[in-house]
């Protein structure tokens, strides 16, 4: 059957400032691979050593990425995992029907209830420091219509075990349910962390193939031995069912014993037509149900 949401009315603000060079603007260039050293050794970057890399998923479900600055992010190449189509996070806005949403098969991770569609990567580290780091955001296609649903597709960067995808100073998971501008489908949904999130619910960044995404967040690991091996799982997965996918980007060369900085927040607002629009649309999100 199909299961519809009600997600309107809403009020739709286009950027007003488009920068020069944003016209030319591009999507980013993904290409897919799930060769586990390919994706671990794209991440190292100085104090570093990675080894031991293993993938379990979907072969198209992962891939790098470059070109992230044209597209108007502000992590510019890294790799990128997701619960569908890896080539999907590579193309234009189309509408809001056109979100990316593969079952791609691969089943889902004993790490996370009711799951489905799972891509992990796993490896070895050491650093040669107490510390390491390294920097990713979150996007996703169940924005902003299933925000507080049993469809919180979720990821984690497990550390020897523990989770360190987490909201700066916290112990709360980075997840749909935790960053969102609430749910315009669910009136009386408070928004959770909105400082945090980027709507592009109506593609105002035309250039960004997902309906929401996350600020940029550093991934903190403190502790270390220095020398000593090191073991972290990159886990992300739909849940609830397999539609609407979700992605986690990991900035390449990141993963190092000193923090790099975090990109400034996001430039999605002022990409657009040059104008601002005002507008009062409703919409529907469609979601088939097996």
């Known amino acids: 059957m199909i299961k519809i949401r009600w997600t309107g009315p809403a009020v739709l603000f286009l950027g007003a400032a488009v920068s020069a060079g944003s016209a030319h603007a591009v999507p980013i260039t993904v290409t897919t691979t799930n060769s586990a050293t390919t994706l671990a050794n794209s991440l190292a970057g100085s104090g570093v050593t990675i080894s031991g890399a293993t993938y379990t998923g979907a072969a198209g479900a992962s891939g790098t990425f470059t070109g992230g600055t044209a597209a108007g992010l502000n992590i510019n190449s890294g790799i990128v995992l997701t619960t569908g189509s890896a080539a999907s996070a590579g193309k234009s806005y189309a509408s809001d029907s056109g979100v990316p ?154 993963f190092t014993n000193m923090p790099v900085p975090v990109p400034e927040p996001g430039t999605l607002a002022i990409l657009g037509v040059g104008i601002t629009i005002l507008a009062v649309s409703r919409r529907y999100r469609l979601r088939w149900i097996a």
């Open 101 to 254: 949403s593969t079952a791609n098969g691969s089943g889902g991770t004993p790490n996370i209830a009711d799951s489905f569609d799972a891509a992990t990567l796993t490896f070895h580290f050491t650093s040669t420091t107490t510390t390491a780091s390294f920097n990713y955001f979150f996007a996703s296609a169940e924005y902003s219509g299933y925000v507080n649903s049993q469809y919180n597709d979720e990821f984690e960067f497990l550390l020897n075990g523990k989770n360190i995808a987490l909201l700066p100073g916290t112990n709360t998971p980075v997840s749909i349910n935790n960053v969102n501008d609430g749910s315009p489908s669910a009136p009386g949904v408070d928004p959770s962390n909105p400082q945090y999130y980027i709507n592009n619910d109506k593609g105002e960044n035309p250039n960004f193939n997902y309906s929401g995404l996350t600020d940029d967040f550093m991934a903190n690991i403190s502790g270390l031995t220095p020398g000593a091996q090191n073991t972290i799982s990159l886990v992300i997965a739909d849940v609830g069912d397999e539609n609407l996918d979700s992605a986690v980007f990991i900035q390449a060369g990141s």
